[in-house]
């Protein structure tokens, strides 16, 4: 573990070894900067880290630490000169929130007070947060906020919308404590999908996938039988929900945005603390994603349509017009560009970074 030193300024990258960490590390190096990755592995792989080493060509500490052990974190603060920190690691299921609260609760929250903690600590002012479009919970409530605006009323539905909430709400406290000092963006993801264009890196599941295009990609190489449809009887143009699917190399380019936004906040002296949501405003239903990993796919893989699932909103698509003006961030990628590449992704990576351990295990 050798750390970044003295005049070289770095990104911490927590959760760097996750699925949208990984991509926004290639973007960062890509546009010069140095990153360091701290990550506990719980829901990710070292393979992740090994190959975006391969692909931005570019050696990248790794720290393979829990955020919520509070003395090891301060030995990575000690370690590097650290500039900013990009906060992706968390526990992310919804469903499994709602069975083991207390874990989601522990691990979200502890892990970042003790990053602010130590930021505040060593003078670490530039924070960009992975907030999520959870945090609106049922938009639908205000028929007038459809596409959803930052402005729209908070109302998180389940415990790891109320950890993503409640970070929100600490940043916002911490900012009113010492206005001059930090400089917090909070990013509300929409439905990141996709994978990078080189087929190197991608989003890889334990287990079975909640979401549809990693359960969709799973079903195309056989690993399951068919994809279940929850719910046709929604209000919308063929019956299934929308949502506002973005690609997440577009969704990795709104981190360096946001980053260059407190960049020039610190050039004048300013602090900030303000959400943007990240999302392209065109919102997809469920059977119009299905037709576009198809068409990448080159087949009509199987389905059926299976009851609602609990919890589901009809619609939730992003209003992404102050990102637009204020971070000059856009998407410029559709959701059958995220399909070819999540497509290129699964066949040259069936069993993700798994099979990879496997091959090494019998090598050793
Ligand atoms: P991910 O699970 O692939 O990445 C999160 C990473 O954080 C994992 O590598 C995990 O091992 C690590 N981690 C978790 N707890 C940790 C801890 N205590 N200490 C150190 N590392 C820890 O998830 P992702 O999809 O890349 O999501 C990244 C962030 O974006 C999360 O905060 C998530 O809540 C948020 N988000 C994700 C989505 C989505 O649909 N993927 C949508 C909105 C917001
Ligand atoms: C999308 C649509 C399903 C799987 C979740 C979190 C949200 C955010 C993004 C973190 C829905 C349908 C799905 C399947 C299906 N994550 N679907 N069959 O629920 O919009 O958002 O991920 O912050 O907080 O809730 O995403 O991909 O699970 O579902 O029909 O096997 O696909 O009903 O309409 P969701 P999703």
């Given at each position: 573990?050798?750390?970044?030193?003295?005049?070289?300024k770095?990104?911490?990258?927590?959760g760097?070894?996750?699925?949208?960490?990984s991509?926004?590390?290639?973007e960062l190096?890509?546009?010069?900067y140095?990153?360091i990755?701290?990550d506990n592995?719980?829901n990710?792989?070292?393979?992740?880290?090994a190959?975006?080493q391969?692909?931005?060509?570019t050696?990248?500490?790794f720290y393979k630490i829990d955020l919520?052990?509070?003395e090891?974190l301060e030995?990575?603060f000690?370690?590097n000169?650290?500039?900013?920190v990009i906060?992706?690691a968390?526990l992310?299921?919804?469903?499994?929130s709602t069975?083991?609260?207390?874990?989601y609760?522990?691990n979200?929250?502890?892990?970042t007070?003790?990053l602010l903690?130590?930021?505040?600590?060593y003078?670490?002012?530039?924070?960009?947060?992975?907030?999520?479009?959870t945090?609106?919970?049922?938009?639908?409530r205000?028929?007038?906020m459809?596409?959803?605006?930052?402005e729209c009323?908070?109302g998180p539905?389940?415990p790891?919308g109320?950890?993503?909430?409640?970070?929100?709400?600490i940043?916002n406290?911490l900012y009113n404590?010492?206005?001059s000092s930090?400089k917090?963006a909070?990013?509300r993801?929409?439905?990141?999908i996709?994978?990078h264009?080189s087929?190197l890196?991608g989003?890889?599941p334990?287990?079975?996938p909640?979401n549809?295009l990693?359960?969709m990609a799973?079903?195309?190489?056989?690993?399951?039988?068919?994809?279940n449809?929850?719910?046709?009887?929604?209000e919308t143009?063929?019956?299934?929900?929308?949502?506002d699917?973005i690609h997440v190399?577009?969704?990795a380019?709104?981190?360096?945005?946001a980053?260059?936004?407190l960049?020039n906040k610190?050039?004048k002296?300013e602090g900030?603390c303000?959400?943007?949501n990240l999302?392209?405003?065109?919102?997809?239903?469920v059977l119009?994603?299905?037709?576009s990993?198809?068409?990448?796919?080159?087949?009509?893989i199987p389905?059926?349509v299976a009851?609602?699932?609990?919890?589901?909103v009809i619609?939730?698509?992003?209003?992404?017009d102050?990102?637009k003006?204020?971070?000059e961030?856009?998407?410029?990628?559709?959701v059958?560009?995220?399909?070819k590449?999540?497509?290129?992704?699964?066949?040259e990576n069936?069993f993700?970074?798994?099979l990879?351990?496997?091959?090494?295990?019998?090598?050793?």
């Amino acid at each position: 573990m050798n750390g970044i030193k003295e005049n070289d300024k770095s990104v911490l990258v927590t959760g760097g070894a996750g699925y949208i960490g990984s991509h926004t590390v290639a973007e960062l190096v890509e546009n010069g900067y140095k990153c360091i990755v701290v990550d506990n592995l719980s829901n990710s792989s070292y393979e992740s880290v090994a190959r975006l080493q391969i692909l931005t060509k570019t050696h990248i500490p790794f720290y393979k630490i829990d955020l919520c052990n509070y003395e090891s974190l301060e030995n990575i603060f000690e370690e590097n000169k650290i500039d900013s920190v990009i906060h992706f690691a968390g526990l992310k299921a919804v469903g499994e929130s709602t069975k083991i609260p207390l874990k989601y609760y522990q691990n979200n929250l502890i892990g970042t007070l003790n990053l602010l903690e130590l930021m505040g600590k060593y003078n670490v002012e530039k924070f960009v947060f992975s907030s999520s479009a959870t945090v609106y919970g049922d938009a639908t409530r205000f028929p007038n906020m459809i596409p959803i605006p930052e402005e729209c009323p908070l109302g998180p539905t389940n415990p790891y919308g109320n950890t993503k909430f409640t970070i929100e709400k600490i940043l916002n406290d911490l900012y009113n404590s010492n206005q001059s000092s930090w400089k917090f963006a909070i990013l509300r993801y929409f439905n990141p999908i996709g994978a990078h264009p080189s087929g190197l890196i991608g989003e890889d599941p334990l287990g079975i996938p909640n979401n549809l295009l990693p359960y969709m990609a799973q079903v195309a190489v056989g690993r399951r039988d068919k994809l279940n449809v929850f719910g046709n009887d929604y209000e919308t143009r063929d019956g299934t929900p929308i949502r506002d699917y973005i690609h997440v190399v577009d969704l990795a380019k709104g981190h360096i945005a946001a980053l260059k936004y407190l960049d020039n906040k610190i050039q004048k002296d300013e602090g900030i603390c303000r959400e943007w949501n990240l999302g392209s405003g065109k919102g997809s239903t469920v059977l119009e994603v299905y037709d576009s990993f198809c068409g990448a796919v080159g087949n009509k893989i199987p389905y059926e349509v299976a009851g609602r699932r609990a919890g589901d909103v009809i619609n939730l698509t992003a209003k992404p017009d102050r990102a637009k003006r204020e971070l000059e961030w856009e998407t410029k990628l559709n959701v059958d560009i995220a399909c070819k590449d999540l497509w290129k992704w699964t066949t040259e990576n069936p069993f993700g970074y798994q099979l990879k351990h496997v091959v090494e295990k019998f090598a050793e």
